[in-house]
């Protein structure tokens, strides 16, 4: 999987659009291997990444869980910690 997709689910607030179409682009540069499609393949590209969209939002919004939301600064915080740690930075 993409480094760059993040988990959407159980945040608060929750993931949003701009994010869940950042997470479907990503997808469709890994799976086209291209990072940005030219000619005949624009349309198909960008149309993936509306389904994608579209599918993933009803994914994240249908899914159940007990566990409390987590905060996505919270998230953000340990990230950056695991990666000083990581990296050494």
Known sequence: MCRNIRPLFNFEPPATEEEIRAAALQYVR???GTRSPTGKNV???EQAVDDITAV???LVESLETTAPPRN??????K???RNARR???
């Open 30 to 32: 890994k799976v086209s």
């Open 43 to 45: 349309a198909c590209f």
């Open 56 to 58: 993933t939002r009803r």
């Open 72 to 77: 996505k600064e919270v998230e953000a915080a």
């Open 79 to 81: 990230a950056r910690l």
């Open 87 to 89: 990296f050494g930075s």
